[in-house]
């Protein structure tokens, strides 16, 4: 039961391996990439607490030492304070140009390490070891790292692609149910945006996945990936297709905003959310089937995620606030606000087009609904 999914960037390219039992074989993996038997593994406390021996005993088969640092857990840490801090640690433990970094834990611990790979010695290679499902699906591939600001999140960060991802099914078991169903936002985001058949698969088979049933598991992953893959392939930097990605996440940032990255509401929350008013505004322009939404959101439900503006507890400003928040997308081009679409779904497309009095009376009738 293992997968392999290969990411073509030319001398950047990479394999993602997908399956259960990958932590236990890291080190033969990882081997061929070392000229010495050494790594500095960076990780969450979460993570390290329930898989970080196991991670250890992997790279121990293959002889390999491993030194490794403890970071807190949450979107708090994708920060400067924390960055500095793992830089140093890393030149501390004198990690060379030609060494090996491992990101082991979430999209936060992901970032961040690729981020610090990225700069420095002005770039060493990194290993993404993705232990939750939107890390395994969405952030360890494609090469995005990077930290929050308080202008904004993900502001600070560099394209520096991973040598190899090793995403181990296994560990998705200790998740949360809350953290495995924001991450099913970002994998039910790729059948929305390219793949019909991706999404039927998933109204019939995610609730097995959900419920840990591993060959699922594994299909949603490696599903996932090759769509990312594919389109990173195609546009590396985000200079056009790869804003496809972004379904969603235009809603998405400005409700995480007006939530104060807080846990009210999670980011992939907020993805599976943003899905639903994207489909919305599509049906409302005549671009999309009428009853695409209600079956997007009847899907959702069913997860147990979050699919409304009513799902989200407290406060959140008007339309025209959140209206606001959306102005200021990383996604702003010449003052204009990109937009991801669709034309039915697995049909998105990028458009700067859409009527802001639309998008602000479709938000005025989801918080209404609150
Ligand atoms: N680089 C990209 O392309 C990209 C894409 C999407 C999202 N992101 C970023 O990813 C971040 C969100 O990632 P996330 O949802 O993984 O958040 P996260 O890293 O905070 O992980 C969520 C929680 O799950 C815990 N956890 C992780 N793996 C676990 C496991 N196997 N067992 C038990 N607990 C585990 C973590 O400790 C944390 O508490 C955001 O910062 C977002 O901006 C980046």
């Given at each position: 039961?293992?997968?392999?999914?290969?990411?073509?960037?030319?001398?950047?390219?990479?394999?993602?391996?997908?399956?259960?039992?990958?932590?236990?074989?890291?080190?033969?993996?990882?081997?061929?990439?070392?000229?010495?038997?050494?790594?500095?593994?960076?990780?969450?406390?979460?993570?390290?607490?329930?898989?970080?021996?196991?991670?250890?005993?992997?790279?121990?088969?293959?002889?390999?030492?491993?030194?490794?640092?403890?970071?807190?857990?949450?979107?708090?840490?994708?920060?400067?304070?924390?960055?500095?801090?793992?830089?140093?640690?890393?030149?501390?433990?004198?990690?060379?140009?030609?060494?090996?970094?491992?990101?082991?834990?979430?999209?936060?611990?992901?970032?961040?390490?690729?981020?610090?790979?990225?700069?420095?010695?002005?770039?060493?290679?990194?290993?993404?070891?993705?232990?939750?499902?939107?890390?395994?699906?969405?952030?360890?591939?494609?090469?995005?790292?990077?930290?929050?600001?308080?202008?904004?999140?993900?502001?600070?960060?560099?394209?520096?692609?991973?040598?190899?991802?090793?995403?181990?099914?296994?560990?998705?078991?200790?998740?949360?149910?809350?953290?495995?169903?924001?991450?099913?936002?970002?994998v039910v985001k790729y059948g929305l945006l390219g793949d019909f058949k991706f999404f039927q698969w998933l109204e019939e088979n995610a609730?097995?996945?959900?419920?840990?049933?591993?060959?699922?598991?594994?299909?949603?992953?490696?599903?996932?990936?090759?769509?990312?893959?594919?389109?990173?392939?195609?546009?590396?930097?985000?200079?056009?297709?790869?804003?496809?990605?972004?379904?969603?996440?235009?809603?998405?940032?400005?409700?995480?905003?007006?939530?104060?990255?807080?846990?009210?509401?999670?980011?992939?929350?907020?993805?599976?959310?943003?899905?639903?008013?994207?489909?919305?505004?599509?049906?409302?322009?005549?671009?999309?089937?009428?009853?695409?939404?209600?079956?997007?959101?009847?899907?959702?439900?069913?997860?147990?995620?979050?699919?409304?503006?009513?799902?989200?507890?407290?406060?959140?400003?008007?339309?025209?606030?959140?209206?606001?928040?959306?102005?200021?997308?990383?996604?702003?081009?010449?003052?204009?606000?990109?937009?991801?679409?669709?034309?039915?779904?697995?049909?998105?497309?990028?458009?700067?087009?859409?009527?802001?009095?639309?998008?602000?009376?479709?938000?005025?009738?989801?918080?209404?609904?609150?």
């Amino acid at each position: 039961m293992q997968e392999t999914v290969h990411v073509g960037l030319g001398d950047r390219a990479y394999d993602i391996h997908i399956g259960p039992g990958l932590l236990a074989r890291s080190g033969d993996l990882i081997a061929p990439l070392l000229k010495r038997k050494r790594v500095a593994v960076v990780s969450d406390e979460n993570v390290a607490a329930l898989h970080l021996d196991a991670l250890k005993s992997g790279l121990q088969n293959a002889d390999i030492e491993m030194v490794s640092m403890v970071l807190p857990a949450g979107e708090a840490t994708k920060s400067w304070p924390h960055f500095t801090t793992t830089v140093e640690w890393l030149l501390e433990q004198k990690v060379e140009r030609n060494d090996v970094v491992l990101a082991f834990g979430g999209g936060v611990i992901g970032d961040l390490v690729g981020f610090a790979a990225a700069v420095l010695r002005r770039g060493v290679r990194f290993v993404q070891v993705p232990t939750s499902l939107l890390a395994q699906v969405d952030s360890s591939v494609g090469g995005k790292t990077g930290i929050n600001s308080p202008y904004g999140k993900n502001l600070i960060g560099a394209f520096h692609q991973p040598s190899l991802v090793l995403a181990d099914t296994e560990v998705l078991g200790t998740l949360t149910e809350r953290d495995f169903l924001a991450g099913y936002g970002e994998v039910v985001k790729y059948g929305l945006l390219g793949d019909f058949k991706f999404f039927q698969w998933l109204e019939e088979n995610a609730s097995r996945a959900a419920a840990g049933d591993m060959e699922a598991r594994i299909y949603a992953v490696k599903r996932s990936v090759e769509m990312k893959a594919e389109i990173v392939e195609r546009d590396e930097t985000e200079q056009g297709d790869r804003a496809l990605l972004n379904l969603g996440h235009t809603f998405c940032h400005a409700l995480e905003a007006a939530t104060s990255y807080s846990d009210r509401l999670l980011h992939g929350e907020g993805v599976a959310i943003g899905c639903a008013l994207a489909f919305e505004v599509s049906a409302r322009m005549g671009l999309s089937p009428q009853e695409d939404p209600s079956r997007i959101r009847a899907h959702l439900r069913e997860m147990g995620t979050k699919v409304d503006l009513s799902d989200i507890p407290g406060d959140l400003p008007d339309a025209d606030g959140l209206l606001e928040l959306m102005a200021q997308d990383k996604k702003v081009v010449a003052g204009k606000l990109n937009f991801i679409l669709a034309r039915g779904i697995g049909q998105a497309f990028v458009t700067s087009e859409v009527d802001r009095d639309l998008v602000r009376r479709v938000l005025q009738e989801a918080l209404a609904a609150r």
